[in-house]
């Protein structure tokens, strides 16, 4: 593949990073290891700034280019966290945490950026300003949102900004995307019913939170089937379905209903959340029961801007000979809050046969790390070219 000649003479030293970070997995926010070791680069690249504690645990680098006139500044994005997922791949550099693992692939994405980092710090061949994001706590702790409240945009002025996702099942070095809504929004409930215990042999006397369970669980899956219109996307999954009792003889007085929601549109997910709301209440009423739900506003829609989609698609075009299209899909990702402040894209690159993201003998694709760097580096050259 046409990657940069500097970035393919680094592919030793990104790899090694990869695997000193795959080797020490952190999650969420405690990503503390990790951000040191990126911090410690970038100083050692020269970048012009390095701040710490973004976001609680990110870090944000900021290389200027040999000239300044356009004003333009641009974000590229890295998440560092990993997995609660026990390790299987039984490689040399496999997780020495027990129950943690990189198996979503950020631990190549960090060293795809630092790789590019290193790059662009050397030649500094733009006109501009690149800032460097290392985010904590992409796997469900908003970690994007996080660094954003924390002044990430205005602080830096960052103009646009850009992400990559390492895409198990597509060949070796191939880039996609598409523009618009690219991934889900993410919602979570939880219901409680409440009835009224008592013995089995007697269920006269009792408001029975199983049957009542049942049925709820039942016309739930009616909402996307029957309220949602049907040139849209939209999933409800109940996911989990317990009681407060495992004896055979008690019909218990509590029962737990969890799940998750997904769609592309505001709209939908907005009219979802009324119709689980209003179900469950009208179900619990009728058996003379009652429900509480608790419903968890995860990352919104993840949406590439027009023009944004093009300018990646064109760099991933000079990079590897090719752009394809990707379809939507249901997974989520938080960087959806990086883009609801600043127009920009997240682009697939492929990770080649073996185990999909969140298995645990999932292992990123060491033979694209130069790829990565290279688009990155090449979208910045782009975006900013020097004089």
């Known amino acids: 593949m046409p990657i940069r000649n500097r970035i393919a ?5 990104i790899t090694a990073w990869r695997h000193d970070i795959h080797e020490h997995p952190e999650l969420l926010y405690d990503t503390f290891r990790t951000a040191a070791l990126v911090a410690e680069k970038l100083k050692d690249f020269g970048c012009d700034e390095i701040a710490t504690g973004i976001g609680r645990s990110g870090v944000v680098g900021v290389i200027k280019g ?6 333009r500044v641009v974000g590229l994005r890295a998440d560092m966290d990993a997995l609660p997922i026990l390790e299987a791949t039984g490689l040399p550099y496999a997780s020495k945490t027990p129950g943690v693992m990189h198996a979503c692939g950020h631990d190549g994405h960090t060293a795809m950026l630092l790789g590019a980092a290193k790059y662009l710090a050397e030649t500094r061949n733009f006109d501009g300003t690149v800032v460097l994001i290392f985010q904590p706590a992409e796997e469900g702790g908003k970690g994007g949102l996080a ?11 960052i ?6 996702h390492n895409a198990p099942g597509v060949p070796t070095g191939v880039m996609a995307i598409r523009p618009g809504p690219l991934l889900a929004s993410v919602d979570n409930f939880s219901i409680q019913l409440q009835g009224k215990g008592g013995h089995a042999a007697n269920p006269g006397v009792t408001v029975d939170t199983t049957v009542m369970m049942a049925h709820l669980i039942v016309a739930l899956q009616t909402v996307v089937a029957r309220n949602v219109d049907p040139v849209l996307q939209g999933v409800l999954s109940v996911t989990s379905a317990v009681t407060s009792s495992t004896a055979y003889n008690v019909i218990p007085d509590k029962a737990e209903l969890r799940g998750t929601v997904r769609t592309h549109d505001a709209g939908v997910r907005a009219q979802i959340e009324t119709r689980v709301k209003q179900i469950t209440a009208g179900i619990a009423e009728s058996f003379g029961g009652s429900a509480e739900v608790s419903y968890d506003h995860g990352v919104p829609v993840t949406i590439n801007a027009e023009a944004q989609t093009q300018y990646a698609a064109e760099a991933a075009t000079a990079v590897t000979g090719g752009c394809d299209s990707i379809d939507l899909s249901m997974g989520g990702e938080d960087f959806s809050y990086m883009l609801k402040e600043r127009p920009g894209a997240m682009i697939n690159l492929g990770n080649g046969m073996g185990a999909d993201l969140h298995h645990p003998e999932y292992n990123f694709n060491d033979d694209i790390l130069p790829v990565g760097a290279s688009w990155f580096a090449e979208l910045v050259e782009r975006r900013m070219p020097a004089a």
């Open 9 to 13: 003479e680094l592919q030793d030293e």
């Open 66 to 71: 040999r000239q300044s006139g356009s004003g």
């Open 147 to 157: 660094m954003c409240k924390d002044g990430l945009m205005d602080r830096w002025g």
């Open 159 to 164: 103009q646009e900004v850009y992400a990559i």
